[in-house]
């Protein structure tokens, strides 16, 4: 039997979900944090993206509906937590505070010219 063939049945969503959190946290995406005045956020702006891809992976409809998920004792739910690198529960209000102040945009975009930037992409210089 061929292994290649194989090999894509394995893979399950758990594991290509928690594989792309940690993407996530690697590329360093969002370092604006510290240059913000004011109060310092509990949660980093990398955690709350993180728990935003979760709420878009798993089609959750709702802030209160990802507060109530993680909530859950499943090994599962516990296992994407710390993938988010949550060691305490957000308030379902955090959530809705910081999801509406997200940068997606401009994270996406730090991706793209990240990706471009190691592939030595050509369209990267064509976008910019």
């Not at 993180?50 to 516990?78: A, D, E």
């Not at 308030?91 to 730090?110: A, E, H, M």
């Amino acid at each position: 039997m061929n292994l290649a063939r194989r090999l894509p049945n394995k893979i399950t969503t758990e594991f290509f979900l928690i594989g792309i959190l940690h993407r996530i946290g690697l590329l360093s995406l969002y370092t604006d944090d510290d240059k913000k005045g004011g109060r310092p956020y509990v949660y980093p702006t990398i955690v709350i993206l993180r728990c935003y891809v979760v709420r878009i992976w798993m089609r959750i409809p709702s802030n209160n509906c990802l507060h109530y998920y993680f909530t859950i004792n499943g090994t599962y739910n516990k296992k994407i937590m710390r993938s988010c690198d949550l060691d305490t529960l957000p308030d379902k209000r955090t959530f809705d505070r910081r999801f509406k102040t997200l940068p997606v945009q401009n994270i996406i975009g730090n991706i793209g010219k990240k990706i471009c930037i190691r592939k030595n992409c050509r369209l990267y210089h064509c976008i910019s």
